[in-house]
């Protein structure tokens, strides 16, 4: 079975995020890179899927600038076979990504691609999807575990109020949320056979603008400082007094 | 140019975050001066649901009704909405982010070759040109982004764009169902249902969530007599909670949950880790519960209670009932 994950350099969300003097982009001095955690999700799903067939080829893929290459190089020490870096020289999101990655994954034989449900910095929760109706590929979204069932998968999705049962053709697209792939630790040996394993590097045929540009970027709006009300049950009649004087509570 | 919402149904029934859709969609008509037209997609039942939405200021209402048609085929959908954008020409076309929108929005952009605005909480118009309003970084800065080309496709975040009911009726336009999508498709095996009829925590309006301060599963009963004394809460958890088995994915609040701004949020034994508050940090009114009185939490919050919540919420409960009689 091959399998391609897609992958996204993302900040940590401890990082103080600053505006840049652009006023429209994000000043990353100083600020710590990290794998978009859906991504290890699925990276972990199909590393498991690759374990279960006792075969099969998993393959990293990432778009973006040179610190690509340290997100690709711990995707190969969790367990990636290879990995394929699409250069970029300017960040790319939402359509514009889409198609970039189509055209890499338009041009490759796989089974299945996997995605991160969404990358934490752009929150878009867009891009697999973008990519699976690009090349005509069936896909399923929230997708919290899956299994293969000769040339069908058969995925559960979390939806709202409950759970769904889907099952879709390959070769197919998911996008993988949290679940059943707690993310397992590299280790010394991964990190040491990552050096060997097969690395592509290739500029991405990026063209366009995806549609749509960020025109400014601001601080969220300041809330008021609060107030301790109280200690203990006793303080809840004022917690109640200002809520009911606030409206919240008829 | 029609702004066209696409109304979600659920069993026959609207989801509250259908009203933040047509809100939205007045707010664009309102500044531009085009008409609101909603498509609605769902088995045979749905067609008392489309007569409503006049009310909301709705003027055309597209219905693709069909037994046997649900929500969860996302390229059947799709195939629906695109249609309708090339044939009627909207200025944007607005989504719920929830779980259907967000998976049928960015496929709807894929496939008309536009931008994609996700989860907005604001939309404006420019000149001739709309731009979506959305958080970004965990809600660490705010996002203005202009749509380039047209339609603008948005999806929009639950209790973000009221919208007050008032009469009118909407002409209710039957649109074919196609017999697939298109594509080798997505088959739905199975549909299981949550336990009980829990209103949603990114669409309630009121969110009680609680954390390890609860300290066993079971203690999550004194919040769910909270919420049903309050009436329109939804119980939420903290990633903790969830990674340790206690309550279910779809209710974590926080970065690898759900983001969530309901009118007023509880934090019950909740400490405030950064990633938790990235998913509340909008909510209208926090109000904190801790014993730790140094708790990030109270940071965040604009009210809280330090003690025992052991103590404070079966009062808190106590108390609420008595005044609502």
Same mark, same amino acid.
């Given at each position: ?250 | ?161 009221? %919208?007050?009911? #008032? &009469? !009118?009726?909407?002409?209710? $336009? ?6 697939? /999508? =298109?594509?080798? *498709?997505?088959?739905?095996?199975? %549909?299981?249902? #949550? &336990? !009980?009829?829990?209103?949603? $925590? ?6 009680? /969530? =609680?954390?390890? *301060? ?112």
């Amino acid at each position: 079975m091959k399998i391609v994950v897609c992958i996204k350099r993302v900040p940590d969300t401890e990082a103080r995020i600053r505006v840049a003097a652009d006023g429209r982009s994000v000043d990353v001095t100083g600020v710590k890179f990290i794998t978009n955690p859906y991504d290890e999700f699925a990276l972990e799903a199909a590393l498991r899927l690759r374990e279960a067939e006792g075969e099969g080829e998993v393959v990293a893929l990432s778009l973006g600038d040179t610190g690509i290459a340290e997100t690709l190089r711990a995707a190969l020490a969790m367990g990636a076979d290879s990995a394929v870096h699409l250069t970029t020289d300017r960040p790319l999101e939402g359509l514009a990504a889409a198609h970039a990655i189509a055209a890499e994954l338009s041009g490759r034989d796989f089974d299945l691609a996997l995605f991160g449900l969404k990358a934490i910095d752009d929150d878009l929760q867009a891009v697999g999807v973008m990519v699976a109706e690009l090349i005509d590929l069936p896909a399923a979204t929230a997708v919290t575990e899956f299994r293969r069932e000769g040339d069908r998968i058969i995925a559960e999705r979390e939806v709202e109020g409950g759970m769904e049962v889907v099952e879709l053709p390959t070769p197919c697209i998911l996008t993988i949320t949290k679940g059943a792939y707690e993310p397992r630790y590299a280790s010394l040996k991964g990190i040491m056979a990552a050096k060997k394993k097969p690395f592509e590097e290739k500029a991405a045929m990026a063209e366009g603008d995806g549609g749509i540009q960020v025109e400014s970027l601001q601080p969220p709006p300041e809330r008021q400082p609060g107030r301790i009300v109280g200690e203990g049950p006793d303080a809840v009649p004022e917690l109640l007094r200002i809520l009911r004087e606030q409206g919240f509570i008829a | 140019m029609p702004i066209l919402a696409v109304v979600e149904a659920r069993a026959g029934q609207l989801p509250s975050i259908s009203r933040d859709v047509i809100g939205a969609a007045r707010s664009v008509a309102e500044a531009t001066g085009d008409e609101v037209e909603a498509v609605l997609i769902g088995g045979a039942d749905i067609r008392g649901a489309a007569e409503d939405l006049g009310r909301w200021g709705v003027s055309r209402v597209h219905l693709a009704a069909a037994e046997g048609v649900e929500w969860n085929e996302p390229g059947l959908y799709r195939r629906i909405v695109v249609d309708l954008a090339r044939t009627r020409s909207p200025r944007a076309v607005i989504f719920p982010a929830s779980a259907m929108g967000r998976d049928l929005a960015p496929r709807v952009a894929a496939r008309l070759e536009v931008g994609y605005a996700a989860e907005c909480v604001g939309v404006e118009i420019e000149g001739d040109e709309v731009i979506a309003v959305r958080p970004r970084y965990a809600g660490k800065v705010t996002a203005r982004e202009r749509f380039t080309r047209g339609p603008a496709v948005l999806s929009v975040r639950g209790n973000a764009f009221p %919208v007050e009911e #008032g &009469e !009118g009726s909407a002409e209710v $336009v039957p649109v074919e169902v196609p017999a697939n /999508s =298109g594509v080798p *498709g997505v088959v739905v095996r199975e %549909v299981r249902a #949550g &336990e !009980g009829a829990r209103l949603d $925590v990114s669409e309630a309006p009121v969110v009680v /969530s =609680g954390g390890r *301060g609860l300290r066993e599963p079971g203690n999550f009963r004194l919040l769910e007599e909270l919420a049903q004394a309050l009436g329109n809460a939804a119980v939420g958890a903290s990633r903790a909670v969830v990674d340790a088995g206690w309550r279910p994915h779809a209710e974590q609040v926080g970065q690898t949950g759900k983001t969530v701004a309901p009118a007023l949020y509880f934090a019950i034994g909740i400490s405030g880790a950064i990633q938790h508050l990235a998913g509340m940090r909008t909510a209208g009114y926090i109000v904190a519960i801790n014993k730790d009185p140094d708790a990030p939490i109270f940071r965040a919050a604009d009210a809280g209670i330090v003690g025992d919540l052991f103590e404070i919420v079966p009062r808190l409960t106590e108390e609420i009932r008595k005044m609502r009689g």
